[in-house]
């Protein structure tokens, strides 16, 4: 079945606003520590290029990215998910936070979240723009977090359908094609 891009559900402005306010965040509860922020490819690269230019200067930062696979083609989680681009640096002893466009089952995040933690970071933090609760299958601590939304998928910013609207400056959901 198709899906047709729908409304859009999250405005630019609403969203530019919520980033700033997360970086502060960040930035309060880290001050001038230096943190390592790993980006999960493909998603949350908008949000992470957005995210780290509101960073107060006085934080040191050093990016890293991982990539996963948890979805095919369709809207649904395989539940399965596979680290497909590990890290490049070695993040013993580092002050880390993920960032993640959504969670959704958190199943992606629960699988990250234990691998990363097996090398012995100070601290391993979550930050994601968007938190769908419904869908939950696992418990997961979003300690940043943009966004709750209803449970339906959406696409821009970032977030893509099967490859697609990913460079949309806002967030939709879809609509089936009739
Ligand atoms: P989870 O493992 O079910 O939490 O899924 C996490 C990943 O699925 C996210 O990082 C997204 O890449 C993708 N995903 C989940 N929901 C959506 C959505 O509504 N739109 C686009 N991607 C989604
Ligand atoms: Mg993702």
């Given at each position: 079945?198709?899906?047709?891009?729908?409304?859009?559900?999250?405005?630019?402005?609403?969203?530019?606003?919520?980033?700033?306010?997360?970086?502060?965040?960040?930035?309060?509860?880290?001050?001038?520590?230096?943190?390592?922020?790993?980006?999960?490819?493909?998603?949350?690269?908008?949000?992470?290029?957005?995210?780290?230019?509101?960073?107060?200067?006085?934080?040191?930062?050093?990016l890293d990215f991982l990539a996963v696979t948890s979805y095919g083609?369709?809207?649904?989680?395989?539940?399965?998910?596979?680290?497909?681009?590990?890290?490049?640096?070695?993040?013993?002893?580092?002050?880390?936070?993920?960032v993640e466009d959504i969670v959704d089952t958190g199943l992606t995040?629960?699988?990250?979240?234990?691998i990363l933690r097996e090398r012995e970071p100070e601290m391993l933090?979550?930050?994601?723009?968007?938190?769908?609760?419904?869908?939950?299958?696992?418990?997961?601590?979003?300690?940043?977090?943009?966004?709750?939304?209803?449970?339906?998928?959406?696409?821009?910013?970032?977030?893509?359908?099967?490859?697609?609207?990913?460079?949309?400056?806002?967030?939709?959901?879809?609509?089936?094609?009739?």
């Amino acid at each position: 079945m198709g899906f047709d891009l729908g409304e859009v559900l999250i405005r630019r402005k609403t969203i530019q606003e919520r980033v700033r306010e997360l970086a502060f965040d960040i930035g309060s509860a880290y001050g001038d520590m230096d943190l390592v922020l790993i980006g999960v490819l493909k998603g949350a690269v908008v949000f992470l290029s957005d995210l780290i230019r509101e960073l107060p200067v006085s934080i040191t930062t050093e990016l890293d990215f991982l990539a996963v696979t948890s979805y095919g083609p369709s809207t649904e989680s395989s539940g399965v998910v596979r680290i497909i681009k590990d890290l490049d640096i070695n993040i013993n002893g580092r002050n880390v936070i993920i960032v993640e466009d959504i969670v959704d089952t958190g199943l992606t995040l629960s699988y990250l979240v234990s691998i990363l933690r097996e090398r012995e970071p100070e601290m391993l933090e979550i930050c994601s723009l968007l938190d769908k609760p419904s869908r939950r299958k696992t418990e997961i601590d979003i300690a940043f977090k943009g966004f709750e939304i209803p449970d339906e998928f959406v696409v821009g910013y970032g977030l893509d359908y099967s490859g697609r609207w990913r460079n949309l400056p806002e967030i939709h959901t879809l609509k089936k094609r009739d």
